[in-house]
T-cell receptor, first 113, second 113 residues
Framework: ETGVTQTPRHLVMGMTNKKSLKCEQH?????MYWYKQSAKKPLELMFV???????ENNSVPSRFSPECPNSSHLFLHLHTLQPEDSALYLC????????????FGPGTRLTVL | SQQGEEDPQALSIQEGENATMNCSYK?????LQWYRQNSGRGLVHLIL?????REKHSGRLRVTLDTSKKSSSLLITASRAADTASYFC?????????????FGQGTELSVKP
């Protein structure tokens, strides 16, 4: 479980706040992902980064802004969120994008008031 | 459209019994992966089966793949209370733009001591 870390583990924010989620992988992988997991819904892929370059933006609203400064770190900047954005946000990494096994972090439980 | 769909959505068994979960998908795949998620935590990769494989074992886990029926099953033998979790199948296909994994909605397994 320590291969991919996420901070914070829990976050409560108001609709006008700005916050950031952080993900770090210690596995030497080239690809990193953000997923959103809401109750009773399948995991939704949000963003994919390969060698720091964004290769997938799955029609995510602009109030979510990803940043990947290097292959080991991934951020998700949040601003003016809505209550329906409350969910578990999961970061994952894999050796390469595509069909490889993905390794997940523990997630950040986000509540938007 | 959703690629992987698990069945049943929920399963409750006694410790020591076997648990079988099924996954169906719609398009051709490179591989199919099974993941486990304890409540409110990240996903943990269990097993990957390639499209040219029919069966794979890992400890108490047995996965089968039938590409003609576009289905897979996960069998957990001699279940334990610690196996209580949600189990997800994910399909990987080169045809998916960016090679993303597509997850099903999961099966919630409850193993009663």
């Amino acid at each position: 479980e320590t291969g991919v870390t996420q901070t914070p583990r829990h976050l409560v924010m108001g609709m006008t706040n700005k916050k950031s989620l952080k993900c770090e992988q210690h596995l030497g992988h080239n690809a990193m992902y953000w997923y959103k997991q809401s109750a009773k819904k399948p995991l939704e892929l949000m963003f994919v980064y390969n060698f720091k370059e964004q290769t997938e933006n799955n029609s995510v609203p602009s109030r979510f802004s990803p940043e990947c400064p290097n292959s080991s770190h991934l951020f998700l900047h949040l601003h003016t969120l809505q209550p329906e954005d409350s969910a578990l946000y999961l970061c994952a990494s894999s050796q390469d994008p595509g069909t490889d096994t993905q390794y997940f972090g523990p997630g950040t439980r986000l509540t938007v008031l | 459209s959703q690629q992987g769909e698990e069945d049943p959505q929920a399963l409750s068994i006694q410790e020591g019994e076997n648990a079988t979960m099924n996954c169906s998908y719609k398009t051709s795949i490179n591989n199919l992966q099974w993941y486990r998620q304890n409540s409110g935590r990240g996903l943990v990769h269990l097993i990957l089966i390639r499209s040219n494989e029919r069966e794979k074992h890992s400890g108490r886990l047995r996965v089968t793949l039938d590409t003609s029926k576009k289905s897979s099953s996960l069998l957990i033998t001699a279940s334990r209370a610690a196996d209580t979790a949600s189990y997800f199948c994910a399909t990987a296909s080169e045809a998916n733009q960016g090679g993303k994994l597509i997850f099903g909605q999961g099966t919630e397994l409850s193993v009663k001591p």
